[in-house]
């Protein structure tokens, strides 16, 4: 079963206004760490935003926030005052808590973000 | 600040051949994630080590293996190489998980592998 769903797989904003990212996720682990990474065309994976399943207030940086509904399983990204420079493929991943052993990151297929002039 | 390292950044095989690729974690980070990122996909663990031990497996084929040494840096070697295993292969590191599933994965900048 898809650990992470995002189920849009291109959208399309434009520069100066806001845009949300969908991301739903499945766990039955009390414990895990929701993360937003962006990957431009160059490749590189870039992080952008964390959110702990004990968090009580939702994570934000600088222009990039997380709207975290635990009963909903749902952890969107905001981005806010979009620009030209964050057109890339933006990735929701999930780090389930397990004791002594691997921590590894599970992703979503992605959205690809185009933001117009 | 210092990232992760990982080498050669771009690699260019025929099919059959072998090629190793290396990562060099963040300081005091012991623990090495490997990703592989195929054209269009979302990025897929392998393989991960902590403490020079495997940690985790994933979906690694039994064609690659992967260590990591005393300096905690790690290798993926992959042979008999397919025209599939063209991707961007990920390496992370990060400090040893607290069984919370918290903390960052720092990733290097990737290796681009194409299989002719």
């Given at each position: 079963?898809?650990?992470?769903?995002?189920?849009?797989?291109?959208?399309?904003?434009?520069?100066?206004?806001?845009?949300?990212?969908?991301?739903?996720?499945?766990?039955?682990?009390?414990?895990?760490?929701?993360?937003?990474?962006?990957?431009?065309?160059?490749?590189?994976?870039?992080?952008?935003?964390?959110?702990?399943?004990?968090?009580?207030?939702?994570?934000?940086?600088?222009?990039?926030?997380?709207?975290?509904?635990?009963?909903?399983?749902?952890?969107?990204?905001?981005?806010?005052?979009?620009?030209?420079?964050?057109?890339?493929?933006?990735?929701?991943?999930?780090?389930?808590?397990?004791?002594?052993?691997?921590?590894?990151?599970?992703?979503?297929?992605?959205?690809?973000?185009?933001?117009?002039? | 600040?210092?990232?992760v390292i990982q080498s050669?950044r771009?690699?260019?095989?025929?099919?059959?051949?072998?090629?190793?690729l290396k990562c060099y974690?963040?300081?005091?980070?012991?623990?090495?994630?490997?990703?592989?990122?195929?054209?269009?996909?979302?990025?897929?663990?392998?393989?991960?080590?902590?403490?020079?031990?495997?940690?985790?497996?994933?979906?690694?084929?039994?064609?690659?293996?992967?260590?990591?040494?005393?300096?905690?840096?790690?290798?993926?070697?992959?042979?008999?190489?397919?025209?599939?295993?063209?991707?961007?292969y990920f390496c992370?590191?990060?400090?040893?998980?607290?069984?919370?599933?918290?903390?960052?994965?720092?990733?290097g900048e990737g290796s681009?592998?194409?299989?002719?």
């Amino acid at each position: 079963a898809q650990k992470i769903t995002q189920t849009q797989p291109g959208m399309f904003v434009q520069e100066k206004e806001a845009v949300t990212l969908d991301c739903t996720y499945d766990t039955s682990d009390p414990s895990y760490g929701l993360f937003w990474y962006k990957q431009p065309s160059s490749g590189e994976m870039i992080f952008l935003i964390y959110q702990g399943s004990y968090d009580q207030q939702n994570a934000t940086e600088g222009r990039y926030s997380l709207n975290f509904q635990k009963a909903r399983k749902s952890a969107n990204l905001v981005i806010s005052a979009s620009q030209l420079g964050d057109s890339a493929m933006y990735f929701c991943a999930m780090r389930e808590g397990k004791e002594g052993g691997s921590e590894k990151l599970v992703f979503g297929k992605g959205t690809k973000l185009t933001v117009n002039p | 600040a210092a990232g992760v390292i990982q080498s050669p950044r771009h690699l260019i095989k025929e099919k059959r051949e072998t090629a190793t690729l290396k990562c060099y974690p963040i300081p005091r980070h012991d623990t090495v994630y490997w990703y592989q990122q195929g054209p269009g996909q979302d990025p897929q663990f392998l393989i991960s080590f902590y403490e020079k031990m495997q940690s985790d497996k994933g979906s690694i084929p039994d064609r690659f293996s992967a260590q990591q040494f005393s300096d905690y840096h790690s290798e993926l070697n992959m042979s008999s190489l397919e025209l599939g295993d063209s991707a961007l292969y990920f390496c992370a590191s990060s400090l040893p998980g607290q069984g919370l599933g918290n903390g960052e994965l720092f990733f290097g900048e990737g290796s681009r592998l194409t299989v002719l």
